[in-house]
Structure formats: C-alpha cells, structure tokens
C-alpha cells in the first residue's frame, strides 16, 4: 500500500499525558500536513512541512502542540499535557507541490484521540 | 479571516442528480477542491478548479466563478454508494487549505 499511513488509528489517554502521532506520507510527496476534525466539522488546519521544514502554524495550535519532520519523510505530531478538548479525529494529508499542479492532497485514515 | 459556506444537509433519490454549493471569501485563493468523506473515513479527493467554468469527471462535475466567490458539485445518477459528506476545500495560498464543515448527502432509494 503506498498510501499515507498513520500510527497509531485510535488512542485512548487520560487528562495531562502526552501523546504522540505518526505520520508516513507518500515517499515521492514533498508536502505534508496536519489536520485536526471533529464530529460534525470539516477539517482544521494545524501546520504544514515542506521536506522538512515546518512553513506555517496554525494561530489556534496551543505550545502544547508541536510537530516535527526531521528527515523530510515521515512527521510526528505531540500533544503535551492533554485535555478533553483535545478529543478528535487528528488527520495527515501529503501533496506534491511543484511548479505546475492542484497540490492535491491525499489524506490518510487518522488517528481518534480520546482523553478521558 | 477564511469564510466558506456550504448546506449541512441534503437528501435526494436513487438515480436522480443532486447540485451541493459552496460559497466562500477568503484572504487568497489558488484553487478550490472537493472531497467526498464517508463516516469514519478519511476524506478522498473529488475535484479541482482554478480557472471559471466546469469540469466533468464521470458522473461527478464541478463548476467555479471565481468572481461571484461560488462553485458547486454536481452529482448524477446517484447511488446509495454516494452518501456521504462532501466537503469545499479553498488553497488560500501556497499550501493552506480551508474547509467547509461539509454537506452531508443521504441518498434514499
């Protein structure tokens, strides 16, 4: 499957722990980013990498968050200290971004954080 | 700040065509997507406009005016298959993408 992958699909965690997701985007695509859903909404914009450096940060990301993607292929997102707000469906999407092209992005399976 | 406007809900038949429209302003624009999303799922790209008009892909069509700040997505021949939520997606600039909170289609047989 040379899809984008996400680790782990669901986390249960309690109030105040931290957590950490992966992301592995398509090997070819230069571009990833994060994504935060909840029930009902579409998704939010958290941050975005091109290879490996981090272009934008959502102004609503707490420093509680906090993603890296050091080698310009996979990506980790952590969340520190986290509170039942932080409850949701937190999505990776990859894209090809050159000089011609929709950027589209494909998105992968998400991984369901709940915070007890 | 990012505006875009969509239905939350829409009900057609089984065979019939559907329109979903969106409307939005925004700070930039270099595109706008459609995505359909099944509950649970990951979203899956539909479509992508950045010049006026309409583009066909099967049954599924989209049509954009940039100067009236509107596009919609057309759905023919629906099948129960096509009930899901379908989402707007504005690039506002070279990567940032903004989303519609969706349109979520029930098709009745």
């Known amino acids: 499957d040379t899809g984008v992958s996400q680790d782990p699909r669901h986390k249960i965690t309690k109030r105040g722990q931290n957590v950490t997701f992966r992301c592995d985007p398509i090997s070819e695509h230069n571009r990833l980013y994060w994504y935060r859903q909840t029930l009902g909404q579409g998704p939010e914009f958290l941050t975005y990498?091109?290879?490996?450096?981090?272009?934008?940060k959502s102004r609503l990301l707490s420093d509680r968050f906090s993603a890296e993607r050091p080698k310009g292929s996979f990506s980790t997102l952590e969340i520190q200290r986290t509170e039942q707000g932080d409850s949701a469906m937190y999505l990776c999407a990859s894209s090809l971004h050159g000089t011609s092209g929709s950027d589209e992005q494909f998105f992968g399976p998400g991984t369901r954080l709940t915070v007890l | 700040g990012q505006n875009i406007d969509q239905p939350t809900e829409m009900t057609a038949t089984e065979g019939a065509i559907v329109q979903i429209n969106c409307t939005y302003q925004?700070?930039?624009?270099?595109?706008l997507f459609w995505y359909q999303q099944h509950a649970g799922e990951a979203p899956t790209f539909l479509s992508y406009n950045v010049l006026d008009g309409l583009e066909e892909k099967g049954r599924f069509s989209s049509f954009l005016s940039r100067s009236k700040g509107y596009s919609y997505l057309l759905l023919k021949e629906l099948q129960m298959k096509d009930s899901a939520s379908y989402l707007c997606?504005?690039?506002?600039?070279?990567?940032?993408?903004?989303f519609g909170d969706g349109t979520t289609l029930t098709v009745k047989p």
């Open positions: 997606a504005v690039n506002v600039d070279a990567g940032k993408s903004t």
């Open positions: 990498f091109q290879n490996e450096a981090q272009l934008e």
């Open positions: 925004t700070s930039g624009f270099n595109g």
